[in-house]
Nanobody, 130 residues
Framework: QLQLVESGGGLVQPGGSLRLSCAAS????????LAWFRQSPGKEREGVSS????????YYVNSVKGRFTISKDNAENTVYLQMSSLRPEDTAVYFC???????????????????????WGRGTQVTVSS
C-alpha cells in the first residue's frame, strides 16, 4: 500500500524555522517526483515546491523563494522541506505528494497540475504566530 506520512509541523514564531519530513512506505521514491502543497482555511490548495525524481530540478512558488528548500533522500525514502524566515502567511496544512514515472526524472510536474500527482499524505499543520 502506497503511503506518505508528513511530520515536523508545529507552532513557530515569525522568523523561525521548521523542517517538514515526508516518509514514503510501500514504494520507493527513486522513480517519483515529489512536491509540497499547502492549504490555509478558506483558501485553495497551492503548490509550494517540487523536486524531480533524480533531484536535479527544484521549483518554488515565488512567495517562498529564498526561504524554503526542498530535498529528497532516496536512501531514507523521505522528502524534506526546510522552512526558514517563516511568516504568519505561511500558516497552513502542508501536504506532500508523489508523481510516478520517467517523465518526471528531470523535471517535476507543474505545481499547478495536482492531477499529475499519484499519492498524497494527510498533511501536517504549520502555525506561524507570536
Amino acid at each position: 500500500q502506497l503511503q506518505l506520512v508528513e511530520s515536523g509541523g508545529g507552532l513557530v514564531q515569525p522568523g523561525g524555522s521548521l523542517r517538514l519530513s515526508c516518509a514514503a512506505s510501500g514504494f520507493s521514491l527513486d522513480h517519483y517526483a515529489l512536491a509540497w502543497f499547502r492549504q490555509s482555511p478558506g483558501k485553495e490548495r497551492e503548490g509550494v515546491s517540487s523536486i524531480s525524481a533524480r533531484g536535479v530540478s527544484t521549483y518554488y512558488v515565488n512567495s517562498v523563494k529564498g526561504r524554503f528548500t526542498i530535498s529528497k533522500d532516496n536512501a531514507e525514502n523521505t522528502v524534506y522541506l526546510q522552512m526558514s524566515s517563516l511568516r504568519p502567511e505561511d500558516t497552513a496544512v502542508y501536504f506532500c505528494a508523489a508523481a510516478y514515472g520517467s517523465s518526471w526524472y528531470s523535471q517535476p510536474p507543474s505545481l499547478t497540475e495536482e492531477s499529475e500527482y499519484d499519492a498524497w499524505g494527510r498533511g501536517t499543520q504549520v502555525t506561524v504566530s507570536s
